[in-house]
């Protein structure tokens, strides 16, 4: 167990938090990773404009997310939950510092799945946030999600879904992955088929309304709706690693690339459809307005935390617009000088095109225009 010495206090916007520093891993007593606070801040942001007025911290630790939810989020109910003892510790005695009222949450030691099968309380939004794999946690959680409810899941476990241990992302997720460019869209789109199969055999349906690959996590927030519709958008994505050329298909195997005749890499099953709900993102890019907000100190106080956000959640918006489950990066087309992004995606849709930057990462850039078509509009 970690000294006193090893233990600090930060604070997360208004949140105060007692936490165990030093290196991120499951020898930490009770976990807390600083390079989630981008994620946190995101979570408030969804929950604050989709109303969230109860939730489920499943694996809470110590407990930041769910305090979060509380002094900044608008919830009326947090249930912290948590099978380490340090972890329930760490939570109580936050929430004393942060002087949350008793009955403002419930804390509970159990097992995640232990716990779901258990209570009959349904919850506004559900939050799976495992060190490693969701996937086991998934079947119990989204039947403690109400009706219209939302349930965000992270995976840690990169390396399977990005494609570097195919065999355990096909025992794991039970789908096929692809390690190219574009690696970590597919990989999310795995992990968001995953989890709306599982979904599929209750009969629940899980729609994707907020996505990102954030450095070594990748993070789907599911919105809990009635049948199961969301299967149709399952299929396989390719990938011609002579010409470029990428495409989907639903539900229809391919062999040969079409513009080249060379061998396909591909992947699948794979969520296909749109991961972002347009309506969702325009609403939390609004998110800072001065009319939202009851006070001028709560208005500023919100705004000086997220005008990376903003900026996080416009290119959200250009992703979903265009609506493909694979992107481009400038480096693959090896021009001599690489054109600077505003140049090129105003290139591309002076052509006609649609085109916008990608999340993921700076050099990344999502287009209806194919390898070639893209490169031709630059040369």
Partial sequence: MYAESNMETIKESKTKLRVHTGEISKRLPVFYNPEKKFDRDL??????????????????????????????????????????????????????????????????????????????????????????????????????????????????????????????????????????????????????????????????????????????????????????????????????????????????????????????????FVYIGNLWDKQLLKKMSCFGKYDSYKTEDEWLHINSLKSVHRRFIDMLQGEAEINLPYFYEVGEFKFKAAPKMDFLLEALRKKGFKAARCHIHGDAFKTDANFKEIKKTIL
């Fill in 43 to 268: 979570s408030v942001i969804f929950a604050r404009d989709t109303g969230v007025k109860s939730t489920l911290d499943l694996m809470c630790a110590s407990g930041a997310r769910g305090m979060r939810f509380l002094t900044e989020g608008g919830a009326e109910h947090v249930h912290f939950n948590d099978i380490n003892p340090e972890g329930i510790k760490s939570a109580r005695a936050n929430l004393r510092a942060n002087k949350i009222s008793k009955e403002k949450y419930s804390v509970t030691k159990k097992e995640a799945n232990l716990l779901c099968a258990t209570i009959k309380e349904k919850f506004d939004f559900v939050d799976v946030d495992p060190f490693g794999s969701p996937i086991n946690f998934i079947s119990t959680a989204i039947r403690r999600v109400a009706l219209g409810g939302y349930i965000a899941v992270t995976a840690t476990d990169t390396a399977p879904l990005y494609g570097v241990f195919p065999k355990k992302c096909i025992k794991r997720y039970g789908s096929r992955p692809m390690r190219n460019v574009f690696g970590h869209e597919t990989a999310m789109r795995i992990l968001a088929k995953a989890i709306i199969e599982l979904g599929a055999k209750q009969d629940i349906g899980l729609e994707p309304v907020l996505s990102h690959a954030t450095k070594h996590y990748y993070r789907i927030y599911f919105r809990k709706t009635r049948g199961s519709k969301e299967i149709d958008n399952f299929g396989f994505l390719y990938f011609c690693s002579k010409c470029k050329h990428r495409f989907y298909e639903n539900l229809k195997l391919k062999e040969f690339c079409p513009l080249c005749r060379e061998r396909l890499n591909f992947a699948g």
